[in-house]
């Protein structure tokens, strides 16, 4: 059968979760917890080819070789099956495995790269102090709605939980990045309703942050509550004593 790939179009979200959204193209029924950590695998680790003796022993380390190597070739099964057209971006061969973007899928991670690697590529002093990049930092900021692969794990498979987690981590410093960019240059521009929300949903991602701390305090101070801006401190000052047994700095003590 020929599929018209030009056509189809799926889109991989694996930021708060694993989700596919692929307007029924995909029977996602079929896709056990192994067949969606082999799929994210592959799209986090895209733009190479992975060895099939590696990926087998990054989900199934505890079997023997060939019995590793059957599950694998299973799991490709069930992939090229439950994603029907879609299967094209799944480069498969004798020996590696590889995904191809391009093939009718949208990935919310390689779109989060991407934006963030443009800031990276335009020359200027700051981030935060550049129009065009707190677009593409706010359009990243839409992508991130929790952090990678939240929530999924693969029970049996301490490799790939311990690939995961850095990877986890680098894009949760990422956002946590664009965030304080992005809530910099909203005070700046005298959006404070906007840099507090921004700051809270930093809080959400970082607990301890004491500059987003002291933005909506300046948020709070500013529409004349005082005592919502002091229970911040408030909240602050408990978080440091309970968490890292320290008090609030100079500059937010001041505020």
């Not at 030009?6 to 596919?20: K, N, W, Y």
């Not at 094209?88 to 934006?115: C, H, K, M, N």
């Not at 894009?171 to 909203?186: S, V």
Request: with cysteine; charged share 25%.
């Amino acid at each position: 059968m020929v599929y018209n790939i030009a056509v189809v179009q799926c889109t991989l979200s694996l930021f708060g979760g694993l989700a596919i959204d692929s307007m029924d193209q995909v029977n996602t029924r079929l896709l056990g917890a192994k067949d969606r950590a082999l799929l994210a695998y592959l799209a986090i680790e895209r733009g190479r080819c992975h060895r099939r003796e590696v990926l087998a022993g990054l989900l199934w380390p505890d079997y023997p070789d060939h019995a590793a190597r059957a599950s694998l070739r299973q799991a490709l099964h069930h992939l090229r099956v439950a994603l029907g057209p879609l299967s094209a971006g799944l480069i498969i061969s004798a020996t590696d495995v590889a995904f191809d973007l391009g093939a009718g899928w949208r990935l919310d991670v390689a779109e989060f790269d991407a934006l963030l690697a443009e800031c990276a590529a335009h020359v200027h002093p700051a981030r935060a102090a550049c129009p065009q990049c707190i677009v593409r930092l706010q359009q990243a900021a839409g992508l991130y709605t929790g952090d990678l692969l939240a929530g999924f794990s693969v029970r049996d498979s301490a490799l790939f939980e311990e690939w995961l987690a850095p990877r986890r981590e680098h894009y949760r410093r990422e956002m946590l990045a664009a965030l304080r960019d992005l809530a910099e240059y909203q005070e700046r521009q005298g959006a404070l309703d906007l840099a507090e929300r921004t700051a809270r949903r930093l809080l959400d991602l970082d607990p301890l942050d004491e500059p987003a701390y002291r933005q909506i305090m300046r948020a709070l101070f500013v529409r004349g509550q005082s005592a919502a801006a002091l229970q911040q401190y408030e909240a602050l000052r408990r978080s440091l004593a309970q968490e890292l047994q320290i008090a609030p700095d100079d500059l937010t003590a001041a505020l």
